[in-house]
């Protein structure tokens, strides 16, 4: 079974600002992209933020200019740094890694964290 590490997660005022990682185990080879999605109660699972191996990234409308997603590649880790939280961040983070399929470098592969909780209080 192939499972991502997160860490990270936590309880923070609004305003403060949390970073949570996720690890992928050396298994996971051809790495793509890596990101983070969440889900918050009574809501839909939505993309946060992925960057891509080669640095490009993509951010959720509602992050923009408060989070920032970055990766260390050599050791198949992503970050997102979260900053000026606001309680409608509060959500599970899931961590999110797609890496080529070896079979066909043009088809995917997606693997998943159990999620890590972040709440932001009022």
């Known amino acids: 079974q192939v499972q991502l590490v997160e860490s990270g997660g936590g309880l923070v005022q609004a305003g403060g600002s949390l970073r949570i990682s996720c690890v992928a185990p050396?298994?996971?080879?051809?790495?793509?992209?890596m990101g983070w999605y969440r889900q918050a109660p009574g809501k839909q699972r939505e993309l946060v933020a992925a960057?891509?191996?080669?640095?490009?990234?993509n951010y959720a409308d509602s992050v923009k200019g408060r989070f920032t997603i970055s990766r260390d590649n050599a050791k198949n880790t992503v970050y997102l740094q979260m900053n000026s939280l606001k309680p409608e961040d509060t959500a599970v983070y899931y961590c999110?890694?797609?890496?080529?399929?070896?079979?066909?470098?043009?088809?995917?592969?997606?693997?998943w964290g159990q999620g890590t909780q972040v709440t932001v209080s009022s």
């Open positions: 999110n890694v797609r890496s080529t399929n070896w079979l066909n470098p043009k088809l995917t592969d997606d693997y």
């Open positions: 960057i891509t191996s080669g640095g490009s990234t």
């Open positions: 050396g298994s996971i080879l051809r790495i793509y992209a």
